[in-house]
């Protein structure tokens, strides 16, 4: 990428796109996660375009002229939403990747890397989740719209490639989290809606209760190491198959590790307790990042607690402009 290159970043307003953002504006300029000089970043919101409207979407490339794209535009959702639209999770995220991609093709993009998640896996799977494993049987029936719709991204990628030899991939995060999170507590994941919940059981000198019983293992990856990683598989990473972007299988933390570090890092001296009548969820869903590791050399992880404690410091200082 030495040429002039506009880089376009869908869903570039949401918790993905502002870490990949904080990499940009802070990692030193030239570095290998930094900006570079003939580089110009783009980030967009669905305001500028919808785009699960092909129009729109052509006009954003048109506007962009963009060489390079992180596909990073969802609609996402909590459990309760996916299981009461599974049409909808199904048909907004294939239109947006199918403009996407579409698009990107008849564009001559150079490179698209777009987003998937861990739930593109099977239900029933030997753990630990690696890359050769996604289409070895259905995904979870809870949000299996979503998941077929992302899923189906890398058989778009494929045919893309092998038809019209498209440089496009995919990544595949494990639970992100970071500043710029959704806390909606109807909508949020687990950590930034335990963090909603802690600030408010501060604020209204009420009880901090987790549901469960906090024993659950969970790889959460800090979402500006995640935008070092996009960085870097939009630079050196050129073949079709997806890469798991994850802290490793050791670096697994439990629910209840959590919300200790979110009682440390509010301060929070209420009454703090589990609530073991309300379903765990699976035990844990480890994911390998053995192919990452190798592919990179290495590479350092923030350590978890300092990761939480930027993020409750984030929440802290913007609650009033949060999605809560
Ligand atoms: P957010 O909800 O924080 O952000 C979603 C982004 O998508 C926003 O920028 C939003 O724009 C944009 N968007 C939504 N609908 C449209 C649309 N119709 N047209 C254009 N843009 C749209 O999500 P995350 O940052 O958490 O997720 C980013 C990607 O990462 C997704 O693909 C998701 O599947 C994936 N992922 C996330 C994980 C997580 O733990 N958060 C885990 C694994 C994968 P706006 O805000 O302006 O509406």
Redesign the pocket.
């Known amino acids: 990428m030495s040429e002039p290159s506009v880089i376009l970043v869908?869903?570039?307003?949401?918790?993905?796109?502002?870490?990949i953002k904080w990499c940009i504006d802070n990692e030193p300029e030239g570095s290998r996660f930094g900006k570079k000089a003939n580089e110009t970043w783009i980030f967009?919101?669905?305001?500028?375009?919808?785009?699960?409207d092909a129009e729109q979407t052509k006009k954003l490339f048109e506007k962009y002229k963009p060489t390079h794209v992180i596909?990073?535009?969802?609609?996402?959702g909590g459990v309760f939403a996916n299981m009461a639209g599974n049409a909808t999770f199904m048909r907004?995220n294939m239109l947006?990747n199918d403009n996407l991609l579409h698009t990107s093709y008849l564009q001559q993009v150079k490179k698209v890397v777009?987003?998937?998640?861990?739930?593109v896996f099977p239900d029933k799977v030997d753990y630990p989740l690696t890359e050769a494993k996604i289409h070895l049987g259905p995904p979870h029936p809870s949000n299996f719209g979503?998941s077929h719709a992302?899923r189906t991204v890398d058989i778009q990628n494929r045919a893309y490639r092998e038809q019209y030899g498209s440089n496009f991939t995919s990544a595949?995060?494990?639970?992100?989290?970071g500043p710029?999170?959704?806390y909606d507590l109807h909508r949020a994941?687990v950590l930034p809606a335990l963090m909603h919940k802690c600030y408010l059981a501060k604020k209204n000198n009420t009880p901090f209760v987790v549901f469960g019983s906090g024993k659950p293992l969970r790889q959460f990856i800090y979402?500006r190491d995640l935008g070092k990683l996009f960085i870097w598989m939009l630079r050196e990473y050129d073949d079709v198959e997806p890469v798991i972007l994850s802290v490793g299988e050791n670096e697994e933390v439990t629910i209840k590790e959590v919300a200790d570090a979110i009682v440390k890092a509010m301060d929070f001296k209420g009454e703090y307790r589990f609530d073991p009548s309300k379903a765990d969820g699976q035990y844990r869903k480890p994911a390998s990042n053995e192919k990452l590791l190798k592919l990179m050399g290495g590479f350092e992880f923030t350590p978890f607690e300092q990761a939480l404690k930027e993020s409750v410091d984030w929440f802290l200082e913007n609650y009033e402009i949060a999605?809560t």
């Open positions: 869908t869903g570039g307003s949401g918790l993905v796109g502002q870490g967009a919101r669905s305001s500028e375009a919808d785009l699960r596909h990073l535009a969802a609609l996402v907004d947006m777009s987003c998937l998640s861990t739930c979503y992302k595949i995060p494990t639970n992100v989290f710029a999170d959704n994941h979402s999605r």
